[in-house]
């Protein structure tokens, strides 16, 4: 069975600081893992993913997560926040085998102060 | 190019009433998922159809059911509404079986009063 826990409901900074999500996740097969953004009245939307390909991933709007196995861990980061990433980030894992079914996390939500 | 769209934007019910929503994927795709975002819960994966097949459902009472359209529109159906069914409903599209990438509409969200 797959699933990630997302060990923050809630995270902020500032304008100009780095962003840091963080996803732990547990599958029996080799998985593939996702970061997926929900902004405000808007449909999800796929920002990266992790497909036993290289371990350092990097998405749209200059976020990259890090693949680590040895920590069951694929964070999400981003150098420096802007006040239009503000939206609730999931982290999602899929096995590659069987029904490839998406198993979302919890969430993370955002805040970004000027 | 049009997105995944759903309809109605938002719905609001009583228990017992039953409630159809709407989604047409994007164009080319024959794959449609539904999942329900209930406040305070990650997605819960309910129903995948592909190819006008119901392929897999989530661990949903039977009371959640839907179907997929020759052209690929699904519908999804929840009869004998309870209060917890109140969540924000989402299709997403893809475009084949397994289809790594989901495009998400703007979901529906159902209130049950």
């Known amino acids: 069975a797959q699933s990630v826990t997302q060990l923050d409901s809630h995270v902020s900074v500032s304008e100009g600081t780095p962003v840091l999500l963080r996803c732990n996740y547990s599958?029996?097969?080799?998985?593939?893992l996702f970061w997926y953004v929900q902004h405000p009245n808007k449909g999800l939307q796929l920002l990266l993913k992790y497909t036993s390909a290289a371990t350092l991933v990097k998405g749209i709007n200059g976020f990259e997560a890090e693949f680590k196995k040895s920590e069951t861990s694929f964070h999400l980061t981003k150098p420096s926040a802007h006040m239009s990433d503000a939206a609730e980030y999931f982290c999602?894992?899929?096995?590659?085998?069987?029904?490839?079914?998406?198993?979302f996390g919890t969430g993370t939500r955002l805040l970004v102060s000027p | 190019e049009a997105g995944v769209t759903q309809s109605p934007t938002h719905l609001i019910k009583t228990r017992g009433q039953q409630a159809t929503l709407r989604c047409s994927p994007i164009?080319?795709?024959?794959?449609v998922y539904w999942y329900q975002q209930a406040l305070g819960l990650g997605l819960q994966f309910l129903l995948w159809?592909?190819?006008?097949?119901?392929?897999n459902r989530g661990n949903f009472p039977p009371r959640f059911s839907g179907r997929q359209f020759p052209n690929y529109s699904s519908e999804l159906n929840v009869n004998a509404l309870e209060l917890e069914d109140s969540a924000l409903y989402l299709c997403?599209?893809?475009?084949?079986?397994?289809?790594?990438?989901?495009?998400f509409g703007s979901g529906t969200q159902l209130s049950v009063l």
């Open positions: 997403a599209s893809s475009s084949g079986q397994g289809g790594e990438k989901l495009f």
């Open positions: 164009s080319g795709h024959t794959s």
């Open positions: 999602v894992v899929r096995a590659n085998t069987g029904f490839q079914k998406l198993v």
């Open positions: 599958s029996s097969y080799s998985p593939s």
């Open positions: 159809y592909d190819e006008g097949e119901e392929r």
